[in-house]
Nanobody, 125 residues
Framework: QVQLVETGGGLVQAGGSLTLSCAASGRTFSSYSMGWFRQAPGKEREFVGGISRSGDTTSYADSVKGRFTISRDNAKNSVILQMSSLKAEDTAVYYC??????????????????WGQGTQVTVSS
C-alpha cells in the first residue's frame, strides 16, 4: 500500500514556474514507477510525465516536453514535477500516481495502482 500526497499547487502567471512535490509513504517506494497526470474541468485525465523506478528514465507528453521536468529521490520517498514557461492551458488539478514495477512509459491512467488527492494549478494569462 502506498499513500501519495501532492503539494505545491497554486496560482501563477503565464510564463512563470511552479514546482509540485509528491510525498509517498511506505518502505518500497523504489519498486514503483511514478507518473504525473492532470485533469482540467470537463476534460479527461491526461498523462503529463513519468519516471522509472530508479529515476534514470523519464517520458513526457508532447504538450509539456521541454517545459516540465520530473525527478525523484528514493531516499526521501518523493517525486518532483518542475514546471516552467507555464501556459493558461496548463491549468488543471495535478495528480501523482504510482505503479508497482512499472516504467516511465506507462501513460494510461488506469494502469496505475495508487493516486494522490491532487493539487490545483492555475495559470493566469
Amino acid at each position: 500500500q502506498v499513500q501519495l500526497v501532492e503539494t505545491g499547487g497554486g496560482l501563477v502567471q503565464a510564463g512563470g514556474s511552479l514546482t509540485l512535490s509528491c510525498a509517498a509513504s511506505g518502505r518500497t517506494f523504489s519498486s514503483y514507477s511514478m507518473g504525473w497526470f492532470r485533469q482540467a474541468p470537463g476534460k479527461e485525465r491526461e498523462f503529463v510525465g513519468g519516471i522509472s523506478r530508479s529515476g534514470d528514465t523519464t517520458s513526457y507528453a508532447d504538450s509539456v516536453k521541454g517545459r516540465f521536468t520530473i525527478s525523484r529521490d528514493n531516499a526521501k520517498n518523493s517525486v518532483i514535477l518542475q514546471m516552467s514557461s507555464l501556459k493558461a492551458e496548463d491549468t488543471a488539478v495535478y495528480y501523482c500516481a504510482a505503479k508497482l514495477y512499472g516504467s516511465s512509459w506507462v501513460r494510461v491512467a488506469n494502469e496505475y495502482d495508487f493516486w494522490g488527492q491532487g493539487t490545483q494549478v492555475t495559470v493566469s494569462s
